[in-house]
Structures are given as C-alpha cells and as structure tokens.
C-alpha cells in the first residue's frame, strides 16, 4: 500500500517569509512518481512538479525549489520570499508505476493550507 | 492548454435521490479520474478509466458508479445520496498508461450537498 503524509495542516506566514512544506511518501514499489499541486480559492488542483524515484536532482523554479531524498523518502517544496498569490492548499502525490494494487493510481497526502499574510 | 470541465460548481440535492456529475475534457485523453476531496483527508480516488467503456474501482467506490460512453466524458453516478457524500468532487484526466509519468489535469470542482 502506498501512503503520503503532510504533517503540516495549516501554515501561516507573512509576506517576504520562506516557507517549506513537509511530504513524507511509503511505497515498496521501487519506481514511482512525486507530484505537487496547488489549489488556490478557485477549486482547480494546478500541476507543479513531477518527479521520478531515480532521479534526486533539486529542482528550481523561480522562488519554488523541491528536495527530493530517497533516503528519508521526503520530496519537500520550499517557497522562497513568499507573496499573498501563493495563499493555497497544496498536495503532494505518489504514482507507482508497477506491482500490487497500487499499480497507476495517484494517491495524494491531507493537504498543507498555507496563508501569506501580507 | 488542458480544458477539464465539470457541469455544476455548486449541486444540492436530497436524500435518496440519483445525482450525475458531468465531467469533459477536450485532449483525447484516455484516462479520467473521480476523487472526492474532504477536509484533513485530501483526495481520494472513487473510480478510474483507462478507456471508453472500461472502468476500475479506486479506493472508495462504495455508493458510486461511473459511466464512460465516450472518450471525452466521464460521468459519476450517485446511486442512492446519502447525507455522507456531500463533499466536494474533483475531476482529472491525463494520457494514457497506468505507468505513466504524466500529470493528471483536474477541472474546478463540484461542491455537492445533499440534505
């Protein structure tokens, strides 16, 4: 069975401040697939970023970065000198790609609501 | 740009009545998803479709049913509504593959209450 958790339920930040996100995944599968999403006020999950389990490169992305660590199966999403925009719930997902039940579903974690005060 | 719509964004229905959400998307994608999403639950995953006429249960089937006649369209059947499947339901669609690497589009939502 495969398993995403988002310790943080709510963060709340000021404008300018760095926030990181926390996404902690379980798999036994050895090939699978991160993602996060943003759903702002609107209702529509906005695609982020995906990542592939053998590839542990940090990704950048204008004030977005993620940490990929196998290690301590963590794919962790930090915003750099937040603003009011990025006010939203975000998800981290998990795909395994081959074995067992979870073989192609997208399982996603509780969701992280983040508010930026400005 | 991926178009994924859904019918209704607000939907109020009444105890033991049938529903249908509508759900379209315009990218010949072969794979369409229901989730419902629930407040410190996330999304979970109703039902899934790899193709026209063919569909597979995800983690909570349990009280839905799905449609897909054609490959554009996947509908979500509420059999019987109950006061527990007011929720705020989530379509998604993506290309073809249940190994694929490529992200699931999601429409905006339909925020379902049954009285």
């Known amino acids: 069975a495969q398993k995403v958790t988002q310790a943080q339920t709510e963060i709340s930040v000021v404008e300018k401040e760095d926030v990181t996100l926390d996404c902690v995944y379980e798999?036994?599968?050895?090939?699978?697939?991160l993602f996060w999403y943003k759903q702002p006020p609107s209702g529509e999950l906005v695609f982020l970023i995906r990542r592939n389990s053998f590839d542990e490169q940090n990704e950048i992305s204008g004030r977005y970065s993620w940490n990929f660590q196998k290690s301590t199966s963590s794919f962790n999403f930090t915003i750099t000198a937040s603003q009011v925009v990025d006010s939203a719930v975000y998800f981290c997902?998990?795909?395994?790609?081959?074995?067992?039940?979870?073989?192609?579903?997208?399982?996603f974690g509780q969701g992280t609501i983040l508010t930026v005060h400005p | 740009d991926v178009k994924v719509t859904q019918s209704s964004r607000y939907l109020v229905k009444r105890t033991g009545e049938k529903v249908f959400l509508e759900c379209v998307q315009d990218m010949d994608h072969e794979n369409m998803f229901w989730y419902r999403q629930d407040p410190g639950l996330g999304l979970r995953l109703i039902y899934f479709?790899?193709?026209?006429?063919?569909?597979e249960k995800g983690d909570i089937p349990e009280g839905y049913s799905v449609s897909r006649e054609k490959k554009e369209r996947f509908s979500l059947i509420l059999e019987s509504a109950s006061t527990n499947q007011t929720s705020m339901y989530l379509c998604a669609s993506s290309w073809r593959g249940r190994g694929s690497n490529q992200p699931q589009h999601f429409g905006d939502g339909t925020r379902l209450s049954i009285l």
């Open positions: 997902a998990l795909r395994a790609v081959w074995g067992g039940t979870s073989y192609g579903k997208l399982t």
């Open positions: 479709s790899y193709d026209v006429k063919m569909k």
């Open positions: 798999t036994r599968d050895t090939t699978y697939y």
